[in-house]
């Protein structure tokens, strides 16, 4: 299942690569820099001149349409190489507000219904395209006018409008195509993760730390499908803000996840004394924190740090392999997050979580290994155990069998008996010396006799195992499992469902030997 899961993912990476690269798409922007923009006036029907003393020009990304009604102008200028390319075109709007949309001074489509009031406005989607007829889209300087809104949000962002611009006319999803693949390709792996995880949950030794790192996985997969999904689904704007929160939420559970790992793994002692240190403060930063990219970094990077110093102190204490592994990978993870910290919320993050759940899977796949070998390491000690056990119990245990047959009773010596076989009413005892008796009864009255140094190996059979000198497997079928070959060499089937525990006995009766 491992390779499997392996060649899954690579796959998954090398698909998002190879369609991602092939990807071209041309792109024009507004001229960002030099945005003219005017409030509205309550029943404000047209355009307004934009030389109004109310009218101010700056930069796209600081103009804020929330609970207001705006009018914006800027400029695009198409080349002649975009004009040769005779592809349909369309004005692409990425922002947190409703809007109609002018090119040229003429109306090209609406995105909901922007208005001064909050209840005349009908929401817009988050991401819209507006189609330009070919006859309105010139070389050089094209106008642009929007009028927008946006008052029904709940969250006021500081960077409300990603993008406006001209390209060619397409799905909205198109513009992030080439990231989408790879992002993609990192939620199936991710996914195929959680899935293999799982697995290990039932069969690992230490549930709580295999849960933790599936519940890192599954928070760093939730985040990322909620990263991805303002791509794959078209929603209204109000719904981004939910989005957001859920992004934060997510990091905040990846965090605190990783923490209670790390805690578990070098300082469970301690931990209430670290949770109550690190969570409020956490908690704290990320709400003082501007912007939701940075309230997402926050919830990852303060619990990363604290990791850091947790797996540092366990490794300046004990100077053990895994601490300096852990403490080493720790500090790559935040000082990546430090140098990405603008573009954490891209696909630097899910590269980075990734390589770390990466590296947390693999030590826990190999501790699994670890943890069943040294469990039947164990298990072997303890039928060793059982066998000494059994042998003292046999020093007090009867040391004859009596033999009740035709109205006469037979005292026969348990050491001189190799086996026993049930025959209809009668049992059969066969002898070390070659010789047999017979017993009137069942082989669970023999059974009962005999000390523990022999075992019911089959339905029909009980075996001195001091006689055993092998243990093979059957090729006869459905009837056994095994055969036990005896000194007398004698042959005795042993069932499919007892083999492993025969085995056992015998091996650590060869042991003990």
């Known amino acids: 299942m491992n390779k499997r899961l392996f060649l899954a993912y690579v796959f998954f990476i090398l698909n998002g690569l190879v369609q991602s690269l092939a990807f071209a798409q041309a792109t024009i922007s507004?001229?960002?820099?030099?945005?003219?923009?005017?409030?509205?006036?309550?029943?404000?029907?047209?355009?307004?001149?934009?030389?109004?003393?109310?009218?101010?020009?700056?930069?796209?990304?600081?103009?804020?349409?929330?609970?207001?009604?705006?009018w914006l102008k800027a400029n695009v200028t198409v080349t002649e190489a975009y004009l040769k390319r005779k592809q349909p075109s369309a004005i692409f709007v990425f922002a947190k507000m409703s809007s109609e949309v002018f090119l040229n001074s003429e109306k090209i489509g609406s995105n909901g219904t922007p208005h001064f009031l909050k209840e005349e406005e009908f929401s817009g989607d988050m991401d819209a395209k507006f189609y330009i007829p070919p006859r309105l889209i010139k070389r050089g300087a094209n106008e642009v006018v929007i009028h927008a809104s946006?008052?029904?949000?709940?969250?006021?962002?500081?960077?409300?409008?990603?993008?406006?611009?001209?390209?060619?006319?397409?799905?909205?999803?198109a513009f992030f195509k080439?990231?989408?693949?790879?992002?993609?390709?990192?939620?199936?792996?991710?996914?195929?993760?959680?899935?293999?995880?799982?697995?290990?949950?039932?069969?690992?030794?230490?549930?709580?730390?295999?849960?933790?790192i599936l519940l890192m996985l599954a928070a760093a997969s939730g985040q990322l499908f909620t990263e991805v999904s303002r791509v794959i689904f078209n929603y209204s704007y109000p719904l981004h803000d939910i989005r957001l929160i859920v992004i934060v939420v997510f990091s905040l559970i990846f965090g605190f996840s990783l923490l209670l790992f790390t805690l578990k793994k070098f300082a469970w002692a301690q931990r209430n004394i670290w949770l109550a240190l690190v969570v409020p403060l956490t908690l704290c930063l990320s709400f003082m924190?501007?912007?939701?990219?940075?309230?997402?970094?926050?919830?990852?990077?303060?619990?990363?740090?604290?990791?850091?110093?947790?797996?540092g102190l366990s490794c300046w204490k004990i100077r053990s392999q895994e601490s300096i592994s852990y403490f080493t990978v720790y500090s790559i993870f935040c000082l990546t997050i430090v140098f990405t910290f603008g573009k954490f919320n891209s696909m630097y993050f899910y590269y980075i979580v990734t390589g770390m759940m990466a590296f947390l899977v693999v030590k826990?796949?190999?501790?699994?290994?670890?943890?069943?070998?040294?469990?039947?390491?164990?298990?072997?000690?303890?039928?060793?155990?059982?066998?000494?056990?059994?042998?003292?119990?046999?020093?007090?245990?009867?040391?004859?069998?009596?033999?009740?047959s035709a109205g006469k009773i037979e005292i026969i010596p348990v050491n001189d008996v190799a086996y026993c076989k049930a025959a209809g009413d009668y049992v059969?005892?066969?002898?070390?010396?070659?010789?047999?008796?017979?017993?009137?009864?069942?082989?669970?009255?023999?059974?009962?006799?005999?000390?523990?140094?022999?075992?019911?190996?089959?339905?029909?059979?009980i075996v001195n195992l001091d006689e055993v000198i092998s243990v093979t497997s059957s090729k006869n079928g459905a009837a056994s499992s095994?055969?036990?070959?005896?000194?007398?060499?004698?042959e005795i089937p042993v069932s499919r469902r007892i083999l492993p525990h025969v085995r056992g006995v015998i091996k650590g009766s060869v042991a003990h030997v």
């Not at 095994?482 to 004698?490: H, N, P, R």
């Open 289 to 311: 924190m501007p912007g939701f990219d940075g309230k997402s970094v926050i919830a990852i990077l303060v619990p990363a740090l604290f990791s850091v110093v947790i797996s």
């Open 178 to 212: 080439r990231d989408l693949l790879i992002l993609l390709s990192l939620l199936g792996a991710m996914l195929l993760g959680c899935i293999y995880l799982i697995t290990l949950v039932f069969q690992a030794e230490d549930k709580k730390t295999s849960v933790l």
């Open 364 to 404: 826990m796949a190999f501790q699994s290994v670890q943890d069943k070998k040294l469990r039947k390491e164990e298990e072997q000690q303890l039928v060793k155990l059982q066998l000494k056990l059994d042998q003292l119990a046999q020093q007090k245990s009867p040391t004859t069998l009596q033999l009740s």
């Open 30 to 70: 507004i001229d960002t820099e030099s945005v003219v923009f005017c409030p509205a006036k309550p029943e404000q029907k047209t355009q307004p001149t934009f030389t109004e003393k109310e009218c101010h020009q700056g930069a796209l990304f600081d103009i804020d349409p929330q609970n207001v009604e705006l």
């Open 482 to 490: 095994g055969i036990l070959t005896l000194k007398s060499e004698d």
């Open 150 to 173: 946006s008052h029904h949000g709940f969250l006021t962002l500081s960077r409300p409008i990603h993008f406006i611009g001209i390209s060619e006319y397409g799905q909205t999803s």
């Open 428 to 461: 059969e005892i066969f002898l070390t010396n070659q010789s047999q008796s017979l017993f009137s009864g069942t082989l669970k009255s023999i059974e009962e006799q005999l000390p523990s140094t022999f075992l019911k190996v089959h339905r029909s059979y």
